[in-house]
């Protein structure tokens, strides 16, 4: 399923920036993590450049880059290593080269700017959200309750 085009839209002014973010956060995912990750990160990116005035607009790409899949990350626990897919602080920041440091005051800027926190249901992975319903007995019912059952939970365990 697609997103509607609005929410992917991209102001003209900020598509140079979109597009070198993008690409940078696609070869990393394509190599190290997966599509769902990809596209979160493709999402985050637009809707950090619809942002007026755009925290993207000044910077290096690649910190940026760096900076959305770790928000992501967070939310989604890929430092988990229960979790797949999974990296650490360390190996994300070694794949965009970018610094840990430099990293972290991004994903503040990047968290301030789209109001995300843990456990943010708008940016959260589907492996995500049904491994924490089948790992606590409380999800699972409030699962159960929002439609998430049978065939779907099971492909997950």
Not at 38 to 59: E, H, I
Request: glycine fraction near 6%; aromatic fraction near 8%.
């Amino acid at each position: 399923m697609t997103a509607p085009a609005r929410l992917n839209a991209v102001p003209k002014t900020m598509m140079r920036v979109h597009e070198k973010i993008v690409g940078l956060i696609d070869s990393v995912c394509d190599r190290r993590l997966n599509t769902e990750y990809r596209d979160l990160a493709r999402a985050m990116t637009a809707a950090l450049c619809r942002k007026r005035p755009s925290p993207l607009a000044s910077g290096q790409p690649r910190t940026w880059a760096c900076g959305i899949v770790y928000v992501l990350g967070r939310i989604n626990f890929l430092s988990d290593p229960s979790f797949s897919p999974h990296m650490t602080t360390a190996e994300l920041c070694g794949a965009f080269q970018v610094g840990e440091s430099t990293v972290h005051a991004k994903a503040r800027v990047i968290e301030k700017a789209l109001g995300t926190q843990a456990f943010d249901p708008h940016w959260k992975a589907a492996v995500s959200v049904f491994r924490a319903i089948l790992d606590k007995p409380y999800d699972r019912l409030e699962g159960e309750r929002m439609g998430l059952t049978g065939r779907l939970i099971e492909e997950f365990t």
